[in-house]
């Protein structure tokens, strides 16, 4: 018989984390066909395999959903949820706008306040609001844990009536749960600022939130009252969801009634699977911003404007940016603090104090010394040349520079010296390194122009020209351009940023705009761990003001946290004997090695983002041998030193299970940790604020791979990453970058290069 049931309509979800990734799976398992794009390739990837996969409590239930990452994307968007973080709300709605049908919509599956700008962005028509609470967290790529179910509210923005299209979507939501349509939506999401701002708190200490909630409790009734005030000030009906009742909170609200509703909060907290926030989990296990201060604009901002105190929630948020990079530092006594704070009248702190809350708390942008006229300048300029641009990309990538080919190496970098003569002229002084056993380093130092800073250090400007690609690679995969796209080998990692590097300086010079001192350093050997030029780098990195390294962009983000990565060989050496005629005889050390292993599984911390591999074993030499010999090769990751400390410590303590049998650990760090340090911080700051000039939204990430920014941040020089090309496929036949994202990265580091000039 043949099935005539109508096709239930398709959803695309972009950004597949907790929320995304939930409601994804329930709309799949329904029977929809769902597309989701995320920027996370290993997740991406891991979902293509296995499918979509929700863990509950022991069990794991996958279903499969078509996965791809943004710029893999080909098609048009009706349904769109959105479920990326609400400060990456901007670069999504970028990629968005092009590709979204005129009778589409998107729907704001996301904490915060973000409709109005999506409204702004795409209109009214074309914006659909919501409220969501759900528990849950991406626990391995591809898998996410439910908390439970929570609470998701539909409707249209600025409290419209209930549509059609709000309650097909509801109809089709109730696949995850209980979804409901409201004309208040506004109302849940002031209640979930409150509610939210307690789980924020939560994240000053490492304890499960329900506990902190119950032990610190005039902090947090002091805190969303805070909020509320502005909520009631505006006019906002606040609407309670799951076992939040946002009355109980509010200004003058009975003592009674308060504890009542902590008492129901606080139980049904220690139900859900999710003992801690995501707000914590960023920063402790992702070490990545939060994104608290993105959803506290609005509620600043009114406050502001009516006068309402908001001493608790500046403290808050200062407190949460303070432990961006240093998770270490989280405390109970911080929520002690609050305590103390919420029993005093806002009055008792000095006058100092409360503006340097606000200072931290929002963050007002130091002004730059150039205007959004002359960032515009820039851009054009850059766009007009974008042409001159891939023709140079063209005659460098068409340069074979295979890491392991020296007369390759040579030849690209006598190339290169001739085409940055061409482009920027003569340096002020030129060094080539020399290296027996790799690619040479080329150093360029340029003098500054029109500069008023007073470090009038180099600002150094870090790159690579080898590549993972074998010679003889171009003959069969040559430079390619088709519409906006570019791909060939190495045009994304790193040959694209490179370009971008140059032609920045360049446009700074044919406008006229200052520039600080710069050495460019150009190292033959990064694909291969920068063995040879790695003192060098550090060498250089120690008399420069900071550095910038032009690196691949992480989905359009830069880069402030990379994992530092180890690599290790654990030999086991045993007794030989015939393991038929005399099997006592022997001491095996293919069973020692296998021992070893099962022990280095142990030192895996995935919440605290160490990963270890071992990814190639050998031993022994016949069968019905008792081996002699077995070896193991093992990648470590781990994103803190303390946890480089920990894994290094354990590896140096391995012993023998067999005491016949000897082990020995040999290798080490191939690069340290990158950690974001209030220097990267600020240098992310002062990017974000020049992409801001130019129109542009400037995301950060912390990825697992490693640059030689490690070793710049690792002795103290402050890094800007991740500021090269635009694109995907490092590594990979499908490698590219676009002719768009040269010319926005390269007005980009033109106007961070001019801002540095002024600072």
């Not at 911390?605 to 031993?619: F, I, K, M, Q, R």
Request: proline content about 5%; some cysteine; aromatic content about 4%.
């Amino acid at each position: 018989m043949n099935d005539t049931r109508p096709e239930r309509p398709g959803y695309t979800v972009v950004g597949a984390g907790a929320i995304g990734g939930t409601l994804a799976f329930a709309l799949a398992r329904a029977g929809h066909p769902v597309t989701v794009v995320d920027t996370d390739h290993a997740h991406v990837a891991a979902i293509r395999t296995r499918g979509l996969v929700v863990a509950r409590g022991g069990t794991r239930e996958s279903v499969p959903v078509t996965a791809t990452t943004p710029d893999e994307f080909d098609g048009t968007l009706t349904r769109v949820l959105l479920a990326v973080k609400a400060q990456a709300t901007g670069a999504a709605l970028d990629w968005i706008a092009p590709r979204l049908a005129p009778d589409g919509y998107v729907v704001s599956l996301q904490n915060g306040f973000n409709e109005p700008l999506i409204a702004q962005r795409l209109g009214a028509a074309r914006t659909v609001a919501a409220f969501v609470n759900i528990f849950a967290d991406v626990i391995e790529p591809g898998v996410v844990l439910d908390g439970g179910a929570g609470a998701l509210v539909i409707g249209e923005p600025d409290g419209g009536p209930v549509s059609p299209r709000v309650r097909e979507l509801v109809a089709h939501l109730r696949s995850w749960g209980p979804a409901v349509a409201s004309d208040n939506v506004e109302g849940y999401l002031w209640a979930k600022a409150g509610f939210g701002a307690m789980l924020a708190a939560t994240a000053l200490a490492d304890a499960p939130m329900a506990d902190l909630i119950d032990r610190h409790r005039p902090a947090m009734a002091a805190l969303t009252g805070e909020i509320f005030a502005v909520s009631d000030r505006l006019g906002i009906t606040l609407e309670a969801f799951d076992a939040f009742e946002p009355h109980a909170f509010r200004h003058g609200a009975d003592s009674a009634v308060r504890n009542a509703a902590f008492d129901r909060l606080t139980a049904w907290l220690r139900t859900q699977t999710k003992d801690r926030s995501g707000i914590w989990r960023d920063l402790a296990v992702r070490h990545r911003p939060v994104e608290a201060p993105t959803h506290y604009t609005d509620v600043f901002r009114h406050a502001a404007r009516e006068g309402l105190p908001t001493t608790l929630l500046h403290t808050v948020v200062s407190g949460l940016r303070r432990l961006e990079g240093a998770a270490h530092d989280m405390s109970e006594s911080r929520l002690d603090e609050l305590d103390r704070l919420a029993q005093a009248p806002a009055h008792d702190m000095s006058e100092s104090q409360l503006d340097e809350l606000d200072r931290l708390a929002q963050a007002p942008a130091p002004s730059l010394p150039l205007g959004p006229d002359q960032a515009e300048a820039v851009r054009q300029w850059l766009d007009a040349h974008r042409e001159d641009m891939v023709a140079d990309l063209a005659a460098y990538t068409s340069r074979g520079s295979a890491s392991d080919d020296p007369r390759a190496l040579d030849s690209c970098l006598g190339w290169l010296r001739g085409w940055l003569d061409r482009r920027l002229g003569a340096p002020d002084t030129e060094e080539t390194l020399v290296r027996e056993e790799a690619g040479d380093i080329l150093v360029r130092r340029y003098s500054a122009r029109d500069t008023t800073t007073r470090d009038g250090r180099p600002v150094l400007l870090l790159g690579h020209y080898d590549t993972v690609w074998p010679t003889g690679t171009l003959d069969t995969w040559p430079f390619r351009r088709d519409g906006d796209r570019i791909s060939g080998p190495g045009v994304f990692d790193m040959k694209a940023g490179l370009v971008q590097a140059v032609w920045a300086l360049r446009a700074l010079d044919a406008l006229g705009l200052p520039r600080p001192a710069c050495t460019l350093m150009l190292n033959g050997d990064e694909e291969t761990g920068s063995l040879a030029s790695r003192d060098a780098i550090v060498a250089e990195a120690r008399d420069s003001r900071l550095a910038m390294v032009f690196e691949a962009a992480a989905d359009g983000a830069i880069k402030t946290a990379r994992k530092g990565v180890g690599l290790f060989t654990v030999t086991v050496t045993g007794t030989e004997a015939h393991a038929g005629l005399d099997p006592t005889a022997g001491a095996s050390a293919v069973d020692e090695l296998a021992h070893q292993i099962l022990r280095l599984a142990d030192l895996r911390a995935p919440d605290a983002g160490t990963s270890l591999n071992v990814g190639v074993v050998e031993g022994g030499t016949r069968s019905n041998v008792t081996a002699g010999r077995a070896v193991g090769h093992i990648d470590v990751r781990v994103a803190t030193a303390a946890e480089q400390r920990r894994v290094e410590d354990a590896l140096a303590a391995l012993r023998p299970v067999d005491p016949r049998t000897r082990v020995e650990v040999t290798g080490g760090w191939n690069r340290p940790v990158f950690e974001r340090t209030e220097g990267v911080a600020a240098l992310a700051g002062l990017a974000r604020r020049c992409a801001a000039l130019l129109r542009h939204d400037l995301p950060e990430a912390s990825v697992g791979g490693a640059s030689d920014g490690n070793f710049v941040v690792a002795q103290g020089t402050p890094v800007l990453d991740g500021i090269g090309a635009v694109g995907s496929g490092a590594h990979a036949r499908s490698e590219h970058t676009s002719v768009s994202g040269m010319v926005i990265r390269a007005a980009l580091a033109a106007t961070v290069l001019a801002a540095l000039a002024g600072e």
